[in-house]
């Protein structure tokens, strides 16, 4: 059964470095989606990209955040100087279509230190 | 803004039927998800529901009312391995199709 996939699984960086968290959706998924958990909270919601676009982002997407999908495959997120607050495990989904249910990869458990 | 509530912890025994219950308050409603999370582990898709009634899968039954902002997850035979906590996550109409997730339910399925 067709799965997301993420790299790396555990990332350990410093404060203030770039990090890039990497997602291969389902092949056929037009919808993409990054959510992140910090330790013992909600899933909270980062960012929808549909056709090569933001749909929508959240007050926690700030200018630190980008994403780009650089090839067919890939759905990439990353931080530009990273905070010890964006600790955390950071999720990527992907759906079929706008209202279908969003499939989640396994996550990149995201460690600023 | 939105506000999504479920409990924060139950607990079962093995071979019985809980109830999981969520309330929500929103505008723009656009469906309401239940998943399953493992500790550690990435959420995994159970439920669906947009219309008010009761959506049967296997073991597993959710349902709706949209008037109430209302919804439960049923899971019935309850196994060890449905130890793990329970997402209710509501999508809003232009939001991108976000989910917006609850703090989730904590379930022990004791022997």
């Known amino acids: 059964e067709p799965e997301v996939t993420q790299t790396p699984s555990h990332q350990v960086t410093q404060m203030g470095q770039e990090v890039i968290l990497r997602c291969v959706p389902i092949?056929?998924?037009?919808?993409f989606y990054w959510y992140r958990q910090i330790l013992g909270q909600k899933v909270e919601f980062l960012v929808s990209?549909?056709?090569?676009?933001?749909?929508?982002k959240s007050e926690i997407f700030d200018d630190q955040f980008s994403v780009e999908r650089p090839d067919g495959s890939n759905f990439t997120l990353k931080i530009r100087s990273t905070k010890l607050e964006d600790s955390a495990m950071y999720f990527c989904?992907?759906?079929?279509?706008?209202?279908?249910?969003?499939?989640f990869g396994p996550g990149t458990r995201l460690t600023v230190l | 803004g939105q506000n999504i509530d479920q409990p924060t912890e139950m607990t079962a025994t093995e071979g019985a039927i809980v109830q999981i219950n969520c309330t929500y308050q929103?505008?723009?409603?656009?469906?309401l998800f239940w998943y399953q999370q493992h500790a550690g582990e990435a959420p995994t898709f159970l439920s669906y529901?947009?219309?008010?009634g009761l959506e049967e899968k296997g073991r597993f039954s959710s349902f709706l009312s949209r008037s109430k902002g209302y919804s439960y997850l049923l899971l019935k035979e309850l196994q060890m391995k449905d130890s793990a906590s329970y997402l209710c996550?509501?999508?809003?109409?232009?939001?991108?199709?976000?989910?917006?997730f609850g703090k989730g339910t904590s379930l022990l399925v004791t022997p």
């Open positions: 989904a992907s759906g079929l279509a706008a209202n279908n249910e969003q499939f």
């Open positions: 092949s056929n998924h037009l919808y």
């Open positions: 990209f549909y056709n090569n676009e933001i749909s929508e």
């Open positions: 929103t505008s723009g409603f656009n469906g």
């Open positions: 529901n947009v219309l008010d």
């Open positions: 996550a509501v999508r809003v109409r232009n939001s991108g199709y976000a989910l917006n």
